[in-house]
């Protein structure tokens, strides 16, 4: 496995305590690495599970969690981007269950997806401010009440 | 007063509308009575649980879990203890894992009768209602006896349950299977032998292979499509490979199959609840690990996750421990999320009148998508 | 004048305690026990009009509030209560409603109880309260109807508009004020 | 009622005056009394089928305080205060209500409640009713529209699409029995059932014909499975949705009668009306006299109120069971199926009016 991805610039390698195979992918190449996954017939990843953004002292950490519904496999591939400028390719256009989940983590966290095509507030009223996943969201602050025109 | 044909007409379902149980916004542009597009708007009851999870202890934050799905609360609880088990290196005794099935089989009973009945009560008919919500309120009151709450169970601990079930709860639950297996029966005559709701529902919203794993659909809705795909065959969790049944598939991807497989694994988990009833019966042991404080719940810095199948599809429950008392982060994966994620393509040039049909098949909880 | 008024405050208070239409304002757990309260409830308590439904604001004359009151819901509870016709009541189902509950700690979605935005008749706590507990609450409800008199009603519907309520918590009315203009 | 209008015309001096005035407040009490004792069973009826259905342990079964319940909603809802759109067309807003029961009223006075009661004895009574039944209809779309409210406009479109379905087999089916009875007034058709009692009912050769009107008559008044126009999961109170306080009441109060007198037309139609069904009455016991017409009035009032209710009986339990259908299916239902039915039933009717020609008067 190692040889055949070795182009796609894998940082680390780890298996989780519960036996999940985690690969950190450089930012640039990660999506290419997402549709090499989908396409190879050695892991069909066929559904995207779901994406999970957590918020480490210095970096985003995107964690996108795929599974092979033939092989029943299960993979987590970890995308770091910077904390002052999050900034990641979306994957809207092979996975379509992804829209939600993007839209979430720009809500949440403020990561921005290049290409998505509709990158609002999901959760969120649209005029609140401040994402408030962050460890550094102040509540106090950024309480205040915003109501929107338009119910 | 507004041309009435001509131009579009832009309808909003929601966010309190009668037709949907929980807030959610349907955007609909109508041209006569047809659909000519939709956008969901959701988040008008997000509380807030993964951030609550930041300021609570891991025993704090377990009392919130079942509040984000109250059609479900044993799954949630389910999966969040057994995440934290895997974290800690909690073993479950074996009673303790039959007692917590027995009822998370309960569980899904009393949800896919909820949303039968909720469904047929959305297309106009209403005797079907009141036969499904007295069934779910027998279920609901033994739930009661048991844990003491009837909807919002804390019933789960780290490493077992609260309490015992004694024989006399097992007695009932005996008793609520051999009744429900007759009952369960004519409530498919009402409901899959009705005329009228073949006419509704067969041939509408169809969701093919390819869409459903595109759209990461889970549970029925995906099963319907003809894909057999159910976390307690393929990775099963406490003792459920030890248990018998199967799991319910068809291939039209329709809504009259997605009402029909839930009515299917009705009687597939009355199936299990029987063999755990056996089990609990005859065999006596631990029903909690006494050796785990849960006061004093310190992990060291790890990932782990654990998944779930419950009523509406694979809920999963991700916790990242950075060695304190709290957990850094806690992210909930919910099938409803995906079930309204699929809206808009499904509702696309329809009737308007489909959209009741439509949306309630895929027994979305809003409450659990907004979380 | 009070014993003139007395037949007629006891027909005008009977119709009205006993054909209370509720409109539910469901955003969670609470608005399923409200659904098992229509499902056995033999239209004693409320009209529930044989249609299980939400209901609809310009039938109804109590408001139900089931769930906990976000930023994003709060504006759409306001229009709600708006919309109903004078006289109107409103009862607070369940923690989350009455105070926030849970969600009420250190959130930065909860506003907090239901109290904020309307005035609230009846609060009912308990997470979820019991069918049998809001048809309790139902029947505090049509005690207080049936004490009101009709020579008090002006002074009552004073009581029962968001301003009133409002006044403490300027900042949501202005915002609103401002919304309603635009 | 041109009838009236007539006599009213005719006899204009002071002292018949008078009388008239007071007659004619009589018959519209009696109507609006009946209206108000239909409305209020038919709601009762609505609410015992529903108590059936529900648990039965949790609290007593409807008692007669419960069948109030709609009393004091009306008295309620006089109180309430009316709330009318910024931008809905005012004078229509409220004209549709009063149209809705303006048309409820004269449905009520073609009637025959017995041999003597018929407020309106119109030689033209069927084809009065089918023009009042469609002034409902008119009644209902012209609220929906000038409410300016999607919903309405919504439901109002809908009760069109319902209209083209349900009036060409609902005339059709009238037709056969206006062949049969060889009239088109309601007291003529009612008298022409009596022959041979049970046996000379229009149910038998007309069956086809009653079919058609019983399903057609729930897409009549708006009732499941044909509710699309005010389906509450779909749009609300459909073309009621903006409607409050007193408009409200009355809106309801027509719907409930209209509701209750559809089945009565249809039971004078086809199940002879006020006559008893074994030809016999108790009245016959006593000799005649202001007491045998005292006990014979109540007795033909008692059998059409009985046959009605039955009927409605049955209506409601097919209603609780059937989810509702799509607009498209009414429509395409009507003009694939009941059209041709009732074509064919016009067609039976006309054989066997002309070989049992003696059977009918």
Same mark, same amino acid.
């Given at each position: 496995?190692?040889?055949?991805?070795?182009?796609?610039?894998?940082?680390?390698?780890?298996?989780?305590?519960?036996?999940?195979?985690?690969?950190?992918?450089?930012?640039?190449?990660?999506?290419?690495?997402?549709?090499?996954?989908?396409?190879?017939?050695?892991?069909?990843?066929?559904?995207?599970?779901?994406?999970?953004?957590?918020?480490?002292?210095?970096?985003?950490?995107?964690?996108?969690?795929?599974?092979?519904?033939?092989?029943?496999?299960?993979?987590?591939?970890?995308?770091?981007?910077?904390?002052?400028?999050?900034?990641?390719?979306?994957?809207?256009d092979l996975y379509k269950s992804a829209a939600f989940d993007e839209r979430e983590i720009f809500d949440m966290f403020g990561v921005f997806f290049e290409g998505h095509k509709n990158l609002t507030r999901l959760l969120m009223p649209n005029s609140s401010v401040g994402n408030p996943l962050l460890k550094d969201y102040n509540f106090q602050k950024e309480r205040s009440v915003h109501y929107e025109t338009d119910l | 007063m507004k041309p009435i044909c001509d131009s579009d007409m832009i309808i909003n379902i929601g966010p309190q509308s009668p037709a949907l149980y929980g807030s959610m916004k349907l955007a609909i542009k109508l041209n006569g009575?047809?659909?000519?597009?939709?956008?969901?708007?959701?988040?008008?009851?997000?509380?807030?649980?993964?951030?609550?999870?930041?300021?609570?202890?891991?025993?704090?934050?377990?009392?919130?879990?079942?509040?984000?799905?109250?059609?479900?609360?044993?799954?949630?609880?389910?999966?969040?203890c057994s995440a934290v088990e895997k974290l800690c290196d909690?073993?479950?005794?074996?009673?303790?894992?039959?007692?917590?099935?027995?009822l998370m089989e309960l569980n899904r009973i009393s949800s896919h009768l909820f949303y039968l009945g909720v469904y047929l009560s959305d297309l106009g008919s209403k005797a079907q209602f009141y036969f499904a919500f007295t069934l779910r309120d027998e279920i609901l009151h033994i739930l009661q006896d048991i844990c003491g709450q009837k909807i919002m169970q804390n019933y789960f601990v780290f490493g077992g349950v609260k309490h015992d079930l004694d024989l006399n709860a097992l007695n009932k639950i005996c008793d609520f299977c051999s009744s429900f297996s007759q009952k369960v029966k004519e409530l498919e005559n009402l409901i899959i032998d009705n005329p009228a709701f073949k006419a509704r529902t067969k041939g509408l919203g169809i969701i093919t292979k390819n869409k459903a794993l595109s759209y990461s659909l889970t549970g029925a809705n995906l099963r319907s499509a003809g894909i057999n795909l159910d976390i307690r065959k393929i990775k099963p969790y406490l003792v459920y490979d030890a248990l018998e049944f199967q799991v319910p598939i068809d291939d039209s991807g329709d809504c009259f199959s997605r009402c029909l497989l839930r009515i299917r694994e009705m009687i597939e988990s009355l199936k299990i609840i029987r063999q755990c009833s056996r089990f609990l019966i005859k065999s006596s042991g631990e029903y909690k690990n006494n050796d785990v404080n849960p006061l004093q719940i310190h992990p060291q810095s790890n990932t782990v996750i654990?998944?779930?199948?419950?009523?509406?599809?694979? *809920?999963?429950?991700?916790?990242?421990?950075?060695?304190?008392?709290?957990? =850094?982060?806690?992210?909930?994966?919910?099938? &409803? #999320?995906?079930? *309204?994620?699929?809206?808009?393509?499904?509702?696309?040039?329809?009737?308007? =009148?489909?959209?009741?049909?439509?949306?309630? &098949? #895929?027994d979305i909880v809003v409450s659990e998508a907004d979380r | 004048m009070s014993i003139l008024l007395k037949p007629i405050d006891t027909i005008y208070n009977w119709a009205r305690a006993n054909s209370l239409t509720p409109l539910i304002f469901a955003a969670s757990c609470c608005s399923s026990e409200i659904l098992s309260l229509s499902a056995y409830d033999n239209n004693n308590i409320i009209c529930f009009d044989n249609d299980v439904t939400l209901g609809n604001p310009r039938n109804a004359d109590l408001l139900i509030v089931a769930g906990a009151i976000t930023h994003k819901n709060a504006p759409v509870l306001l229009r709600l209560y708006e919309q109903m016709p004078e006289q109107k009541y409103v009862i607070a189902m369940g923690s989350c409603a009455c105070s926030g509950g849970v969600f009420r700690h250190n959130s930065y979605t909860v506003l907090g109880g239901a109290d904020k935005i309307i005035p609230v008749d009846i609060y009912l706590t308990g997470c979820p309260p019991e069918p049998r507990a809001l048809q309790k609450a139902i029947s505090k409800l049509k005690d207080k109807i049936m004490a009101e008199t009709i020579s008090m009603r002006t002074k009552y519907l004073d009581s029962h508009t968001t301003d009133f309520v409002l006044s403490e918590n300027q900042e949501i009315l202005n915002s609103v004020n401002k919304q309603r203009e635009e | 009622m041109e009838f009236y209008l007539g006599k009213m015309i005719l006899s204009l001096n002071l002292q018949d005056y008078f009388t008239f005035v007071v007659l004619y407040?009589?018959?519209?009490?009696?109507?609006?009394?009946?209206?108000?004792?239909?409305?209020?069973?038919?709601?009762?009826?609505?609410?015992?089928?529903?108590?059936?259905?529900?648990?039965?342990?949790?609290?007593?079964?409807?008692?007669v305080c419960n069948s109030l319940k709609i009393l004091a909603n009306s008295f309620k809802l006089f109180f309430k205060e009316i709330i009318v759109p910024d931008k809905s067309v005012k004078i229509a807003?409220?004209?549709?209500?009063?149209?809705?029961?303006?048309?409820?009223?004269?449905?009520?006075?073609?009637?025959?409640?017995?041999?003597?009661?018929?407020?309106?004895?119109?030689?033209?009574?069927?084809?009065?009713?089918?023009?009042?039944?469609?002034?409902?209809?008119?009644?209902?779309?012209?609220?929906?529209i000038s409410s300016n409210s999607n919903f309405s406009i919504l439901g109002a479109m809908r009760h069109c699409v319902q209209l083209i379905s349900f009036s060409v087999p609902m005339i059709l089916t009238f037709m056969g029995v206006a062949v049969l009875s060889s009239s088109l007034s309601f007291p003529q058709i009612v008298i022409s059932q009596a022959k041979y009692d049970i046996l000379s009912w229009y149910i038998f050769p007309s069956f086809l014909g009653f079919v058609v009107f019983f399903?057609?008559?729930?897409?009549?008044?708006?009732?499941?499975?044909?509710?699309?126009?005010?389906?509450?999961?779909?749009?609300?109170?459909?073309?009621?949705?903006?409607?409050?306080?007193?408009?409200?009441?009355?809106?309801?109060?027509?719907?409930?009668?209209?509701?209750?007198?559809?089945?009565?037309?249809?039971?004078?139609?086809f199940f002879g009306g006020f006559l008893s069904p074994f030809g016999v009455y108790v009245a016959d016991w006593f000799s005649a006299g202001s007491f045998y017409y005292i006990i014979l009035t109540v007795e033909q009032m008692f059998w059409l109120f009985a046959k009605t209710i039955f009927l409605i009986f049955f209506t409601l339990l097919i209603q609780t069971a059937f989810p509702r259908l799509k607009p498209v299916n009414l429509a395409s239902f009507s003009w694939k199926y009941l059209i041709p039915v009732s074509i064919i039933n016009i067609l039976i009717v006309c054989v066997i009016k002309i070989v049992f020609g003696g059977f009918y008067v």
């Amino acid at each position: 496995m190692e040889t055949e991805y070795s182009q796609f610039n894998i940082l680390n390698k780890q298996t989780t305590k519960c036996g999940i195979e985690k690969i950190t992918v450089d930012k640039c190449c990660f999506k290419k690495f997402i549709s090499h996954l989908k396409n190879s017939a050695e892991f069909e990843a066929n559904i995207l599970y779901s994406v999970m953004a957590c918020d480490t002292s210095d970096c985003i950490e995107l964690n996108y969690n795929l599974f092979s519904e033939k092989l029943n496999r299960y993979l987590i591939i970890t995308v770091l981007t910077d904390r002052n400028n999050p900034v990641c390719d979306t994957v809207t256009d092979l996975y379509k269950s992804a829209a939600f989940d993007e839209r979430e983590i720009f809500d949440m966290f403020g990561v921005f997806f290049e290409g998505h095509k509709n990158l609002t507030r999901l959760l969120m009223p649209n005029s609140s401010v401040g994402n408030p996943l962050l460890k550094d969201y102040n509540f106090q602050k950024e309480r205040s009440v915003h109501y929107e025109t338009d119910l | 007063m507004k041309p009435i044909c001509d131009s579009d007409m832009i309808i909003n379902i929601g966010p309190q509308s009668p037709a949907l149980y929980g807030s959610m916004k349907l955007a609909i542009k109508l041209n006569g009575e047809i659909i000519k597009s939709v956008e969901s708007v959701i988040g008008y009851n997000h509380r807030g649980i993964e951030k609550l999870a930041e300021s609570l202890t891991y025993l704090q934050y377990l009392p919130v879990v079942n509040k984000i799905d109250y059609l479900s609360g044993f799954m949630y609880m389910e999966a969040y203890c057994s995440a934290v088990e895997k974290l800690c290196d909690i073993n479950v005794p074996e009673r303790a894992q039959y007692i917590r099935v027995m009822l998370m089989e309960l569980n899904r009973i009393s949800s896919h009768l909820f949303y039968l009945g909720v469904y047929l009560s959305d297309l106009g008919s209403k005797a079907q209602f009141y036969f499904a919500f007295t069934l779910r309120d027998e279920i609901l009151h033994i739930l009661q006896d048991i844990c003491g709450q009837k909807i919002m169970q804390n019933y789960f601990v780290f490493g077992g349950v609260k309490h015992d079930l004694d024989l006399n709860a097992l007695n009932k639950i005996c008793d609520f299977c051999s009744s429900f297996s007759q009952k369960v029966k004519e409530l498919e005559n009402l409901i899959i032998d009705n005329p009228a709701f073949k006419a509704r529902t067969k041939g509408l919203g169809i969701i093919t292979k390819n869409k459903a794993l595109s759209y990461s659909l889970t549970g029925a809705n995906l099963r319907s499509a003809g894909i057999n795909l159910d976390i307690r065959k393929i990775k099963p969790y406490l003792v459920y490979d030890a248990l018998e049944f199967q799991v319910p598939i068809d291939d039209s991807g329709d809504c009259f199959s997605r009402c029909l497989l839930r009515i299917r694994e009705m009687i597939e988990s009355l199936k299990i609840i029987r063999q755990c009833s056996r089990f609990l019966i005859k065999s006596s042991g631990e029903y909690k690990n006494n050796d785990v404080n849960p006061l004093q719940i310190h992990p060291q810095s790890n990932t782990v996750i654990s998944h779930v199948e419950s009523p509406r599809g694979i *809920i999963s429950c991700t916790i990242i421990s950075d060695g304190s008392d709290k957990p =850094s982060r806690v992210k909930w994966r919910t099938p &409803s #999320l995906y079930s *309204i994620q699929i809206l808009p393509e499904l509702l696309k040039n329809r009737y308007y =009148s489909d959209i009741t049909a439509i949306v309630g &098949s #895929l027994d979305i909880v809003v409450s659990e998508a907004d979380r | 004048m009070s014993i003139l008024l007395k037949p007629i405050d006891t027909i005008y208070n009977w119709a009205r305690a006993n054909s209370l239409t509720p409109l539910i304002f469901a955003a969670s757990c609470c608005s399923s026990e409200i659904l098992s309260l229509s499902a056995y409830d033999n239209n004693n308590i409320i009209c529930f009009d044989n249609d299980v439904t939400l209901g609809n604001p310009r039938n109804a004359d109590l408001l139900i509030v089931a769930g906990a009151i976000t930023h994003k819901n709060a504006p759409v509870l306001l229009r709600l209560y708006e919309q109903m016709p004078e006289q109107k009541y409103v009862i607070a189902m369940g923690s989350c409603a009455c105070s926030g509950g849970v969600f009420r700690h250190n959130s930065y979605t909860v506003l907090g109880g239901a109290d904020k935005i309307i005035p609230v008749d009846i609060y009912l706590t308990g997470c979820p309260p019991e069918p049998r507990a809001l048809q309790k609450a139902i029947s505090k409800l049509k005690d207080k109807i049936m004490a009101e008199t009709i020579s008090m009603r002006t002074k009552y519907l004073d009581s029962h508009t968001t301003d009133f309520v409002l006044s403490e918590n300027q900042e949501i009315l202005n915002s609103v004020n401002k919304q309603r203009e635009e | 009622m041109e009838f009236y209008l007539g006599k009213m015309i005719l006899s204009l001096n002071l002292q018949d005056y008078f009388t008239f005035v007071v007659l004619y407040t009589a018959e519209f009490l009696i109507i609006l009394f009946f209206l108000l004792i239909s409305a209020f069973s038919a709601d009762y009826a609505e609410k015992y089928i529903f108590s059936l259905l529900k648990k039965k342990n949790l609290s007593a079964r409807l008692n007669v305080c419960n069948s109030l319940k709609i009393l004091a909603n009306s008295f309620k809802l006089f109180f309430k205060e009316i709330i009318v759109p910024d931008k809905s067309v005012k004078i229509a807003f409220f004209l549709a209500p009063a149209i809705l029961l303006i048309s409820v009223l004269f449905i009520y006075s073609l009637i025959p409640y017995n041999t003597d009661f018929c407020v309106n004895k119109a030689d033209s009574g069927l084809v009065s009713l089918i023009s009042l039944i469609l002034l409902f209809s008119f009644g209902i779309t012209l609220g929906g529209i000038s409410s300016n409210s999607n919903f309405s406009i919504l439901g109002a479109m809908r009760h069109c699409v319902q209209l083209i379905s349900f009036s060409v087999p609902m005339i059709l089916t009238f037709m056969g029995v206006a062949v049969l009875s060889s009239s088109l007034s309601f007291p003529q058709i009612v008298i022409s059932q009596a022959k041979y009692d049970i046996l000379s009912w229009y149910i038998f050769p007309s069956f086809l014909g009653f079919v058609v009107f019983f399903i057609i008559s729930s897409a009549i008044v708006n009732r499941s499975p044909y509710n699309f126009s005010n389906a509450k999961s779909e749009l609300a109170d459909g073309y009621k949705t903006e409607y409050s306080g007193v408009n409200l009441a009355i809106i309801n109060l027509s719907e409930f009668s209209l509701f209750f007198i559809i089945n009565m037309i249809s039971v004078i139609l086809f199940f002879g009306g006020f006559l008893s069904p074994f030809g016999v009455y108790v009245a016959d016991w006593f000799s005649a006299g202001s007491f045998y017409y005292i006990i014979l009035t109540v007795e033909q009032m008692f059998w059409l109120f009985a046959k009605t209710i039955f009927l409605i009986f049955f209506t409601l339990l097919i209603q609780t069971a059937f989810p509702r259908l799509k607009p498209v299916n009414l429509a395409s239902f009507s003009w694939k199926y009941l059209i041709p039915v009732s074509i064919i039933n016009i067609l039976i009717v006309c054989v066997i009016k002309i070989v049992f020609g003696g059977f009918y008067v």
